[in-house]
């Protein structure tokens, strides 16, 4: 057994499928399951061809796992070409390639395919670890190619292994000036990776009662913050993205397009400023801090005071806002608004309607009906918890405000918000999040998918919308201070709120801080900030055809300095033992009369030096014997390797020359 695997990890082919396996490993979570299993048994079948010939497939049945991988992506995919199926398929047919590979031109072939792989893998995911895992994979590549053209040198596996990383080592000046300097266009080269959307903000334009109790399960990142002064209290931090007008009885709706001809929003105090780089989520909202005074570029504000982008967004997006904490908007209600905010779906949820119009008969004024809603949330047995009972019957509200009374924020949001409507109050839902969490480290404001919220919206006279929060009449701490906070000891919590270790909350703010400049500067890296960081640098707007100077320059520069330094640096030879030793022997000798030739070669050196030192002549031998299959056979261990240092340091050639010359003159 272990005969065999030697002879199976010393062919070439091994060393093109373990390049190949470690680009498909990332893609496998991506494909259909049978297709890893066919990669597998095509490895397996080639590594065993290595022992037993016999076992490689005639070309007529490849035809036939070529069609059949066709046709299996096409009722998968439902096409041939795009990403994802373009993808899957072209890792199926290197597989197959595999099986009619022989010769070192095939390998060669596969290994180059192999790096078009690794680009392939970007189109998916460019986090941190993916590329950190491509740097490596492209070391291993590397490294086949000099295994491919060893020949029957045998090189040590430490040895092909620096040899790589010295070869990418050098390559990666010239990539970071070419990732700086490289004219960059507007848009993405490639179309949108998929983990841009794995971070998407999760919010759907639809609430419906148990949706963002899903949502806080994900602890993903929706956008970051950075202040230009302080942070705002916690309980100031609403980031508002969606308002929902239209109700069925069950899930909340944007509803048609509100049709208030003139918005207005009057502003208190001094406005707070900050930028937001936010997630790609493949729509075009923006979020805000309520209540944004303008609007930043490319983008428009809406009837509802919402931001949207003009193109959606498929990169993180950088963005300068300011807004103002203490406004009033809408200060004279629309009829459409009017109409929108009491429309209530007929024969739903009647228990609540009834008790809004109870209130409506008790109370004269409208805060008053909002107080004591919120006093009754607050007073009577209701539990704010992530696992809320489901509500299957036709008037979840109902069921809810007067059978469960366990909910999240979704719950009462709606409740609250179809109470007042019934009271005659105009009232709509919010969709966004609410508060976040300050990264010691950068102290950058960071807004996770567990920090999504939904609270209500209602016009009073004199005040205009106002918003009214239910949640933090049930948990105040969910909004003063986090969601962990307003748990009861009781409540299953997420894997990411269980962490009670300082360490490693403290490497998880560290990593935050490492992506948040990840993002910024690689992922985000585009036409504007290219000429943001040049024009810091030299004091004024660079032109593409500068640009392309300096590319062009520097890529000289960088060239001819690692010429130089590689003419320099000691060659690889000597950085080997053997050949220090013997280079220190050659020395010894040239010292005592016997120079070696630049063309002579070790054996030949050898017998001459025999000859003149005589006596010495078995030391001599056995020094090149070991040098010998060290730098052409990698046969020799260490303890040959001391051997060879020991009959060097006491090898006698000094009296062994007097001889002689003192024989030539007799």
């Known amino acids: 057994m ?41 490895f397996a079948v080639r590594l065993g061809a290595v022992i037993q010939p016999a076992l490689m497939p005639r070309k007529f049945w490849l035809f036939v796992v070529a069609v059949f991988v066709s046709i299996g992506t096409v009722m998968h995919y439902g096409t041939l070409f795009g990403k994802a199926a373009g993808t899957a398929i072209l ?90 300097l490289f004219p960059r266009i507007s848009g993405p080269l490639w179309h949108l990776p998929d ?89 075009t909202w923006l979020f805000a801090l309520d209540m944004p005074k303008q609007v930043p570029a490319n983008a428009q504000y809406n009837n509802n005071f919402l931001l949207r982008s003009k193109d959606k967004i498929t990169s993180p997006y950088r963005y300068s806002l300011q807004s103002f904490l203490e406004y009033r908007i809408e200060y004279e209600l629309s009829r459409w608004e009017n109409n929108a905010g009491l429309t209530l779906p007929p024969d739903s949820n009647p228990r609540t309607v009834q008790l809004a119009q109870q209130w409506r008969t ?71 999040y609410q508060g976040g969490t300050v990264n010691p480290v950068n102290n950058v404001l960071t807004v996770r998918q567990s920090d999504a919220h939904a609270w209500s919206e209602v016009w009073l006279q004199n005040r205009g919308w106002v918003r009214v929060d239910p949640t933090a009449a049930i948990a105040p701490n969910r909004v003063e201070r986090n969601l962990d906070s307003a748990l009861g000891a009781d409540e299953i919590r997420p894997l990411y709120m269980q962490i009670d270790n300082s360490v490693l909350r403290q490497m998880k703010f560290y990593w935050d801080a490492i992506d948040n400049r990840w993002k910024q500067w690689v992922i985000g890296y585009g036409p504007k900030l290219q000429q943001q960081l040049l024009q810091s640098l030299f004091n004024r707007d660079i032109h593409y055809s500068e640009m392309t100077f300096m590319l062009m320059t520097a890529i000289g520069a960088i060239t001819l300095l690692l010429a ?41 050196f050898a017998r001459r030096a025999a000859q003149q030192f005589p006596s010495q002549q078995p030391a001599i031998d056995l020094i090149t014997k070991i040098y010998i299959n060290s730098r052409y056979r990698s046969q020799v261990q260490a303890d040959q390797i001391e051997k060879m240092k020991i009959l060097i340091r006491k090898l006698d050639v000094s009296q062994n020359h007097s001889a002689a010359g003192a024989a030539r003159k007799h």
Not at 5 to 34: C, E, G, M, N
């Open 564 to 604: 130089w330094l590689s003419f320099r640096s000691k060659t690889i030879a000597e950085t080997d033992p053997a050949q220090k030793l013997y280079n220190r022997f050659c020395k010894r000798l040239a010292r005592q009369g016997v120079p070696r030739a630049r063309s002579e070669g070790p054996l030949d």
């Open 91 to 180: 890792i199926c047919l290197l597989g197959i390639k595999l099986l009619e590979s022989c010769s070192t031109r095939d390998y060669m072939l596969l290994i180059a395919l192999s790096f078009f792989i690794i680009v392939t893998n970007f189109l998916f995911t460019q986090n941190i670890p993916t590329a950190l895992f491509m740097l490596c994979t492209v070391v291993v590549l590397v490294m086949s190619l000099i295994t491919l053209h060893q020949g029957s040198a045998a090189l040590d596996l430490r040895w092909r292994l620096r040899a790589a990383s010295r070869l990418v080592a050098l390559a990666i000046p010239l990539m970071l000036v070419m990732f700086i």
């Open 195 to 283: 983990d841009a959307l794995s971070g998407r903000t999760g919010l759907s334009d639809t609430m419906t009662p148990g949706n963002i109790a899903q949502l806080i399960q994900s602890d993903e990142l929706a956008f970051r913050v950075e202040f230009s002064s302080n942070k705002p209290a916690q309980d100031k931090l609403y980031w508002r993205a969606l308002v929902l007008w239209q109700f069925d009885g069950r899930s909340w709706k944007p509803g048609k397009q509100n049709e208030n001809t003139r918005p207005t929003l009057e502003g208190f105090g001094n406005p707070v400023g900050y930028t937001i780089t936010l997630e790609p989520h493949d729509k």
């Open 362 to 432: 008790r109370f004269d004024n409208d805060e008053d009906i909002v107080r004591h809603a919120l006093q009754q949330f607050n007073r009577q047995n209701y539990v704010y918890t992530l696992q809320p009972p489901p509500t299957l019957s036709a008037n979840p509200v109902d069921e809810f405000l007067f059978e469960s009374r366990r909910g999240f924020c979704e719950h009462y949001a709606s409740s609250f918000t179809l109470l007042m409507r019934a009271a005659g109050i105009p009232a709509r839902v919010v969709l966004g």
């Open 2 to 42: 272990n005969t065999r695997l030697h002879t199976i990890t010393r062919d070439p082919v091994f060393w093109v499928i373990l390049p190949l396996a470690l680009v498909i490993i990332p893609h496998l979570q991506r494909l259909p399951l049978w297709m890893p299993a066919l990669i597998v048994l095509l």
